[in-house]
């Protein structure tokens, strides 16, 4: 392949690299990156809680167990994700059974298709698939969602402003979106994560608390820790400390429930959303960081190499004479100021017809003599009578040309 055609090859790969970096950042990378429309996640939470019994009016110590089953509720669009959200509570034994009001155990919180626990709640959550916030305009949207519920934003911050970052989280017992403020940087099973707490203070809840009629829910949360993979928003981990009361209607409070140590997640819990959350950033990191960094650098290899290459054309060609030399850098014509003439030179070193540089021309060039019959200066004529004696050579040798001189 000619030089020239390779280094224009050259240089356009490495500015074809250039711009398709750029369109991975300025056009793939806000396509891609996205919650996604179609999701399944299971995750169990236990702690122990001092417990009201309705019927008898007494409190006992339990074990309770909190699942949060998160799906798709709809297709959602390429901007909106609609997820429906369902919390399980109800008491475990030590082995993991479920305990049922009467004392015996099964297998499962539903019993004939009826729900043996302490609550169970459905209900729809909708966010913006780019930024993560809630989107209470979407009519499915069961509490008008504001802040963050299922993820926080890609690109999570630790401060703003000079400040520790701050994000409204929502929870869903009240129906509202609490701040949680970053107080560290943890490592999880070999992952970063940023930490986020935060408290609800004790709130009124204007519902009716269970099937009481006439109360009201009086509700707090002194600790919600919240995990957060930064790159993707992913979230690994939610610690609550929540605490519910009877807001009877004379105004009295008697506490329904209160959790003695927090509701935090199973380990089996934590390992699974590591693992996604692994997936997530190495996927998120190829689309903004990887991708456009490998293809920045070999397009400016190349571009570098396809200039190389056309600067070399200059001085040493590619087979073919390049301005005016040959491929070893040599006249093409042979230089004739020294002496030589391009059509070769003859077996004594000069040319066949005499280059007048020296003072020879014509056949008496042959001779030794220049046009006026005489010797160039410096040069001696052997034939000249007495030259040969002065030399020591014999005057009637017929080739005194062909004796040498010792």
């Known amino acids: 392949m000619p030089r020239r055609l390779g280094s224009a090859l050259l240089v356009g790969a490495g500015v074809f690299c250039l711009i398709l970096a750029l369109l991975v950042l300025t056009v793939a990378k806000p396509r891609l990156l996205k919650a996604p429309t179609s999701n399944a996640v299971s995750t169990t939470s236990l702690g122990t809680a001092k417990v009201l019994d309705g019927a008898t009016r007494t409190y006992s110590e339990q074990t309770l167990r909190l699942d949060r089953i998160l799906r798709n509720a709809t297709d959602g669009n390429s901007d909106t994700a609609v997820f429906s959200e369902q919390l399980r509570l109800y008491p475990i034994t ?59 934003p890609f690109g999570t911050e630790k401060q703003i402003g000079g400040k520790p970052a701050s994000y409204d989280f929502f929870d869903q017992t009240s129906g509202q979106a609490f701040p949680i403020t970053y107080t560290g940087t943890e490592t999880v099973d070999g992952l970063e994560v940023y930490r986020f707490e935060g408290a609800i203070a004790n709130m009124v809840i204007d519902q009716q608390f269970g099937v009481l009629e006439g109360t009201k829910t009086a509700y707090s949360n002194k600790g919600r820790v919240v995990l957060v993979e930064p790159v993707t928003g992913s979230i690994v981990s939610i610690v609550t400390q929540p605490s519910s009361s009877i807001v009877n209607a004379d105004g009295s409070t008697t506490l329904a429930l209160a959790f003695t140590t927090p509701l935090t997640p199973t380990p089996d819990t934590i390992a699974e959303r590591v693992a996604d959350a692994k997936d997530s950033k190495s996927k998120a990191r190829l689309i903004s960081f990887t991708l456009p960094l490998v293809l920045g650098i070999l397009g400016l290899v190349l571009l570098f190499a396809g200039a190389a290459a056309q600067l070399s054309r200059g001085r040493t060609g590619d087979g073919e004479a390049v301005d005016g030399y040959d491929r070893d850098g040599y006249d093409r014509d042979a230089v004739v100021g020294d002496g030589y003439d391009r059509d070769a030179v003859v077996g004594d070193g000069y040319d066949r017809d005499a280059v007048e540089h020296d003072g020879y021309t014509g056949d008496r060039a042959a001779a030794g003599v220049d046009s006026s019959g005489q010797p160039p200066a410096g040069r001696v004529d052997l034939e000249k009578p007495g030259v040969t004696t002065a030399l020591g050579l014999d005057d009637d040798d017929p080739d005194p040309t062909s004796r040498r001189l010792s």
Do not use: I, M
């Open 94 to 152: 030590p082995d993991g059974k479920v305990l049922l009001k009467d004392g015996s155990t099964a297998d499962s919180p539903f019993v004939d298709g009826e729900f043996v626990g302490s609550r169970l709640d459905d209900f729809v959550v909708a966010f913006d698939r780019k930024t993560g916030q809630g989107r209470p305009d979407v009519p499915e949207d069961t509490y008008g969602t504001t802040g963050y519920t299922v993820k926080l």
